[in-house]
């Protein structure tokens, strides 16, 4: 059996008997990424595809990374974004897709590049399909103990109930 889970969760494992020992037995914990690991991960997917990050959105990126392993999810999607940007960009011409500090800023840097992605998304909805979309974000969300939002799942059927809307209604936001 293998378990994953983020380190801020390992307390909750006391409430399941015989579960902390078993942990404590066989744990391994991921290691941190390093400078170096980070900048591999930044360039070398572009690289794959034909494409390149330049070197200052690399240092850029390694720098608003920081230390903190829960910005990898942060990292992944603004690059993303970025690749979408450059891909359109070079798109009908000769040139390789090339990343860089412009795409960074146009996303909103690291801190905002998820969050303003949201706002996008949900601007393009319609205004029922925003309210819907509200409630179903609110029945995959649960607050815990100190204030700490994690993932509820939550079924098709349930978020139209919630909201008042048939499951059709509900499809089209989730898409």
């Not at 999607?77 to 412009?102: F, I, K, N």
């Amino acid at each position: 059996v293998v378990i994953t889970m983020r380190s801020d969760f390992l307390g909750e494992c006391a409430v399941f008997r015989g579960l902390p020992e078993a942990m404590n037995d066989s744990q391994y914990l991921t290691p941190r990424i390093s400078r170096e690991q980070c900048s591999l991960a930044i360039t070398g997917p572009a690289r794959v595809f034909g494409g390149s990050v330049s070197p200052p959105l690399v240092n850029q990126l390694l720098n608003d990374f920081g230390p903190d392993p829960d910005q990898l999810p942060l990292l992944q999607h603004a690059l993303m974004r970025m690749w979408d940007r450059a891909q359109a960009r070079s798109r009908g011409t000769a040139a390789a897709p090339l990343l860089d500090s412009d795409d960074y800023e146009a996303l909103g840097g690291l801190s905002h590049a998820l969050s303003n992605h949201a706002d996008e998304t949900l601007h393009d909805l319609s205004a029922p399909q925003q309210a819907i979309a509200e409630i179903m974000f609110r029945c995959l969300t649960e607050r815990s103990t100190g204030k700490r939002d994690t993932r509820a799942p939550a079924r098709l059927c349930d978020v139209a109930a919630v909201a008042g809307v048939s499951a059709d209604d509900v499809y089209p936001v989730v898409e």
